[in-house]
């Protein structure tokens, strides 16, 4: 399976994972099936930042993501630069990632949004993601990744699931200074109608200075939470007024 998540280099996260590969295989295990309220976020988005629907029902421009999302990144990423990739489309992807490393934590946060042509394409993609991203392991002489099992997240108003990430002696996703270091954290994923919507938030403290391979990461649990209070109003935003 190990040249499985480089196929078309699908949401630009997969190709990173290539270059930054995802660690210790022990602590990525299977998860009950979890629920959260559907209640609206707070700072909901206006009527013109919302997406545009076609006469099916399906998706025809996707909104402007990251207005939805400045006010629910986590704390420690307040003050990042966000950095966004140059080939990203607005209408039918976007590609951002806020990226914190010091020798004493690291913090990434990567968000794809990306329009399908159909339904069926997208609930493709959402099969293909739950059968090839999750439950994967690749471990080489310098790196190591690996993913859990994916449990359900219900009450976002879409299609989703989580499954917990690991990695060691990665390479950081949007350059740096050739550092590597270990992080956990989650890979959550939502489809909304024609639409596919993935997360992926890690990080992790280190014990002192150089010392960047080992160290206390962010929990399944919590980094799980986190990344649905910054998916909450994204879907809101997908979604067509009632």
Same mark, same amino acid.
């Given at each position: 399976?190990?040249?499985? $998540?480089?196929?078309?280099? #699908?949401?630009?996260? !997969?190709?990173? +994972?290539? &270059?930054?590969?995802? =660690?210790?295989?022990?602590?990525?295990?299977?998860?009950?099936?979890?629920?959260?309220?559907?209640?609206?976020?707070?700072?909901?988005?206006?009527?013109?930042?919302?997406?545009?629907?076609?006469?099916?029902?399906?998706?025809?421009?996707?909104?402007?993501?990251?207005?939805?999302?400045?006010?629910?990144?986590?704390?420690?990423?307040?003050?990042?630069?966000?950095?966004?990739? $140059?080939?990203?489309?607005? #209408?039918?992807?976007? !590609?951002?990632? +806020?990226? &914190?490393?010091?020798? =004493?934590r690291s913090r990434t946060l990567q968000l794809d949004i990306r329009k399908l042509k159909n339904i069926l394409e997208a609930k493709e993609d959402l099969l293909y993601e739950r059968a090839k991203m999750a439950n994967y392991s690749r471990?080489?002489?310098?790196?190591?990744?690996?993913?859990?099992?994916?449990?359900?997240?219900?009450?976002?108003?879409?299609?989703?699931?989580?499954f917990p990430i690991k990695r060691n002696n990665a390479a950081p996703i949007s350059g740096g200074d050739g550092s590597r270091y270990s992080v956990s954290g989650v890979r959550m994923y939502c489809r909304v109608g024609n639409v596919a919507v993935s997360i992926q938030w890690e990080g992790m403290d280190y014990p002192g200075r150089g010392v960047i391979k080992r160290g206390v990461g962010l929990t399944y649990g919590g980094s799980e939470k986190q990344a649905i209070g910054i998916m909450r109003p994204i879907i809101f935003s997908l979604t067509p007024e009632r």
């Open positions: 399976m190990s040249s499985e $998540p480089d196929r078309k280099c #699908r949401g630009r996260i !997969f190709c990173t +994972w290539s &270059l930054a590969l995802l =660690a210790f295989p022990s602590a990525c295990s299977s998860q009950a099936s979890k629920s959260f309220s559907a209640t609206p976020p707070a700072n909901l988005p206006t009527a013109s930042n919302k997406a545009t629907f076609a006469s099916d029902g399906t998706i025809s421009r996707a909104p402007n993501t990251v207005k939805h999302v400045e006010n629910v990144l986590p704390g420690e990423l307040s003050s990042v630069k966000r950095w966004t990739q $140059p080939f990203a489309n607005p #209408r039918d992807e976007q !590609f951002h990632v +806020w990226d &914190l490393f010091g020798f =004493a471990i080489t002489s310098r790196e190591r990744l690996v993913t859990g099992s994916p449990r359900p997240v219900k009450g976002l108003g879409g299609e989703c699931f989580s």
